[in-house]
């Protein structure tokens, strides 16, 4: 799964408010904002930064 995510939602943290995988794994902050694309390693979602 490839989620959009704007600045306005910084920090990004997995898994999202509202998603279903939100017991699915420990809630990690992902430093998105150095690399503008990030994978979480816990259960593979993509995250990309737009401009």
């Given amino acids: 799964m490839i989620i959009n995510i ?3 939602q910084l920090p990004l ?3 999202l408010p509202g ?3 939100w017991n699915q794994h420990p809630k990690i902050y992902l430093p ?3 690399v ?3 994978k ?3 259960c593979g ?3 990309v930064l737009e401009n």
Avoid: A, G, V, W
Wanted: proline share 10%.
């Fill in 6 to 8: 704007k600045s306005n």
């Fill in 13 to 15: 943290h997995c898994p």
């Fill in 19 to 21: 998603e279903n995988l």
């Fill in 32 to 34: 998105i904002d150095s």
């Fill in 36 to 38: 503008k694309k990030i």
């Fill in 40 to 42: 979480c390693p816990y």
């Fill in 45 to 47: 979602t993509e995250y």
